[in-house]
């Protein structure tokens, strides 16, 4: 039985890891901190955990960590650079939800974030934890730089694609809808329900933040840069991504068997990536409230542009479901201990 | 290990059978009939359960079932009651999600349901499987009549008041909301999202199938005949029951928290009743997915009128967690085995 | 062609009277004010208005709306207070859809709202602006208090009722549902979609500000204090209002027919109230976007209990739309000048 | 005033005719036809059409619309087909709104449509009613073969750079994602709201009927085949489509300013095409209802991928709106008459 806290507690992705955690057999949640609400019992602003999450918040304070092996951040951007440094001299493994630690170049990282970053150290050190490319490096890992939503989708999409080199990696093109719990929870006028229910739109073309980690995801799966063109839209749901992919085939030669072969194989001991039969399209509500990705190939009309559709719920296979992932790792545990969980269809 | 048979694999109630008892320590699914798709794997209808369920659809007849220890019916009305018999000739338990069961008098049956009972001499066994108000019948029972959806979201919250005899029961009213998923998994033009997304409705004001069940369990609990007035409503959602229930004080000097205490004191041992704090409001999200009834009370403005406020997922609560829960009992397991879910929020 | 004013133009009832006012014969909007976008060209907020919107926002002063005839308040309450009276003065009539003029008795006006009236002079004098009752008395007004949007669903339900005096007025009952463009264009949490959508709750179940507005209007219909109990619901959609009402018939003898007759001859030369066929249930897609209200009369099972069944447009007949049918009615337009919009359906 | 037929009142693109028509000052909607429901007055299975429509649908005949000068097929493909020359040889003019006349290459159609053509001589006469291309014929035309509602979304937003020859036309892609109305009015399990609200998925990736539609629109602007992956999404709204288009410059010294002083240029006349300001995206609320088309141009990054978005209601624009405005071409009104209507937002 670890001890885990959680930083940041009042967001979607907070309550998302106190939904699991609460019912993973080795993980005692011991702090849960919100300067808001510090004080306030945890279900009284989540009824849905009454009778299974008994504590109150806490300040957000290194020393209110102490006692845990292991801490969460679930915070805006910002947060865990400023608290990740204190919290691994004592000895407590850090895995942080938001994008501090995402990107290698601290340069791009602050041009993208708009803030100079407090830990350039810990950067080289953190590790990306995408279990299906790095599940080694996580293992012995202190601190971990968890994916982003949309970076989780579009990389297990083209992942087996550019490992073997079988697309033209200079134009890929991902054209990604998310739901709306993605904004997360904050009082904005654009996350209305009037303003997000019965309406569908893109947003940041010109530029969105997850731009430049899957460009270097990606860059570190082809051994080079990529060329990606990559657009976030918002559709009207609560949970749910839907990473439509595009790229060319080199060879006109290859068939769509032997490319759903490839999936098959690469994603064969993944207990969270699920390829789909041939022929059948992926829906974001088989994977709602889970930890799978399920992904589908196809070769519309035969052409050489090859399409992947790859859906997760971008609250747990993309946020929290994918840190418990990793903290299995980081502690020996099995890899989908309190993960067991079956998509709330419909 | 129990082993299980569902009949009537294909809709909304079967496969959140399947969700919850894929994941139950005890059970073992060994059987799933649907007449339509017979050979095919359960997994290639519903992708949410792939890696979970590895069986087939089989046709329902008694003999593919007889190997079973419990089988669920989660079919149309008219279907228990014509197998009911045979399996429970030969030991098996039987656990019906249908309205076959729930009604003691067969000519109101006849009259509400639209056709003769095939099986009258097993009504007056089978238990009504609310587990707050028959928990000991249920646990030797042998045949369950699960109670619909709007049944268990009014009864649960009119119970302690007619019980204790608080409230005039000639004038009761139960306002209740549903979300989509109660009209099941038809091709009927009613169901569209088109029809029932951006939009609110009553329907079936002058009679429902489920007001006869209502009136039967709240007469009961009265210990003679009560009057209610039952409006259901259609909320443009998929899961969830919200029932909005007002009935008068029979005495004015009864305070609401005197009332908030009977709630807590009725339910203080039930696993899926929670009362909440006096003045907060229930949200069907807070349940969503869970097998959880949360509710409130209220007596706005110092009025006699008492406003009861009682939520559940019509699914769950309402349908597929309380036939796991009357099993767990019927078979001596912890009443909240396969049951101890957090709801899905957001 | 008069010339019209907008003092809050950045929230829900601002554009919905841009929508209709902009495509009115007999308007031209003058000034649209929002001290927030001030110098901002309208349809750069608004793109659904490029093309039939040419002006800019105007900071809310009286000295910018001197050249209007008619100015319509669509600002939080405690704004149209403050300016009424100096836009009076300059013989421009104004039209309020703030709740500040609704509540004759200044004292629970105050307890209400939370604040002292700052015109309490004007109270008196102020129009309540529901046409179907106050028709002549709007023709001749300067002053017009719109009623809010649940009272005007509630109010039409029960007016021939009350009327009449048909039922037992003490023991009301409104079940009520909106949609969420009733909490406005204001960033708030509650509003989000990620915790609206997909869920059901009543709020405000102690007391709601509409509650006092009710009562008046039904006493005054009554010609004696009526008793009330109002629960608002919140029901995942954008538009629409769907009022549940209760009342008992006093004479048990009087048929469901005759009723219906009531409200069909009370309502026969309404244009904007429509009476549906008995066994009729209204839907709120049927209004979307329309001035209607849809009423359905029933009396379930042929007890004393009568269920009258209401559906607007919260942000039309329950705003916008009723705004400008006062501002046709007080400039001698035909009522429906403008507002002859069909629901947008499906 | 000219008397319009519609046959295949019942669907939503029948409706939205009505919805259009019936306040269209010089039409006169002389017949509905219905053949499940004639006999039945128009307005009693659509409410929201009450006080507008009087008559009662008909069945579909021939004979029932010698009377008619203009008759709108809102029909199931191959009704239209079988109608259309006993209609025109009568002088009356005919819109489908279905596909029937949509493609040039009747062994083409009879592939997609699977059946064969029942009046493939007409298929030549037939005019693509896409007025921003084909005003002029339309002008004259007797039978005008409606676009798609992707085709029309698609078409209007790679119009100008195909025209052009700015993009490199053999690898274009358009990622277009429709609200659940396109799937029509009829009872099908995979419209239910519980199979397609809070949930997103692509269909028909292999080949929707579409494609060869859009291939052939595209085909005629550029004056050769061009290479168009198309692949159509579900998004959990009701109405509403958004083409997000892909395509590469030829020549990277073209700035974005200058395409989007292309697209104003070539769109500057059009009534309901909108080229929104540089940086702006599209929404489809803010086309809901309207006839509107919205369209917006990015270069991000400075690639040489160009994104164009372009929404519009797809039963307006993409369907009956468009209709009414090939109408308006054809019998000499003003282009926009009866289609002056502001998007429903919010």
Chains 1, 2, 3, 4 share one sequence.
């Not at 490319?259 to 509500?285: C, I, K, M, W």
């Amino acid at each position: 039985m670890i001890r885990a806290g959680i930083v940041g507690g009042t967001g979607y992705t907070g309550v998302e890891l106190l939904r699991m955690l609460a019912l993973h057999p080795d993980v005692e949640v011991a702090v849960v901190t919100s300067r808001a609400d510090a004080g306030v019992r945890v279900d009284a602003v989540y009824p849905s955990l009454r009778g299974k999450v008994e504590v109150k918040f806490s300040l957000p304070e290194v020393s209110t960590l102490s006692d845990c092996d292991v801490v969460f951040f679930a915070t805006p951007n910002g947060t865990a650079m400023l608290m990740a440094e204190p919290l691994l001299a004592m000895g407590i493994k850090v895995i942080d939800l938001s994008a501090d630690f995402r990107i290698k170049d601290v340069a791009d990282w602050s041009h993208w974030y708009g803030m100079d970053h407090a830990s350039p150290d810990l950067i080289a050190e953190a590790v990306y934890g995408l279990p299906e490319v790095n599940r080694e490096a996580i293992k012995s890992a202190r601190l971990i730089a968890c994916p982003g939503c949309y970076p989780t989708a579009v990389q297990l999409g083209f992942l087996p694609l550019i490992e073997a080199g079988l697309i033209d990696d200079t134009h890929l093109i991902a054209d990604v809808k998310s739901g709306v719990s993605g904004a997360g929870r904050k009082a904005e006028l654009a996350a209305l329900m009037s303003e997000t229910g019965e309406g569908f739109k893109a947003y940041a073309v010109n530029g969105h933040r997850h731009l430049p980690e899957i460009r270097q995801g990606l860059g570190l799966m082809a051994g080079h840069e990529v060329g990606l063109t990559f657009v976030p839209h918002l559709t009207p749901m609560i949970r749910g991504i839907h990473a439509t992919l595009y790229g060319q085939l080199r060879n006109a030669e290859i068939s769509v068997e032997s490319v759903q072969n490839l999936f098959e194989t690469r994603y064969q001991h993944e207990a969270f990536v699920d390829v789909l039969p041939s022929g059948t399209h992926p829906d974001t509500r088989n994977v709602r409230g889970s930890n799978n990705c399920q992904i589908s190939i196809f070769r519309p009309q035969g052409s050489q542009m090859l399409v992947v559709l790859s859906v997760i719920d971008n609250l747990v296979k993309g946020a929290a479901g994918q840190a418990i992932q990793n903290m299995n790792l980081m502690f020996g545990y099995s890899e989908n201990k309190g993960l067991d969980i079956i998509a709330l269809y419909p």
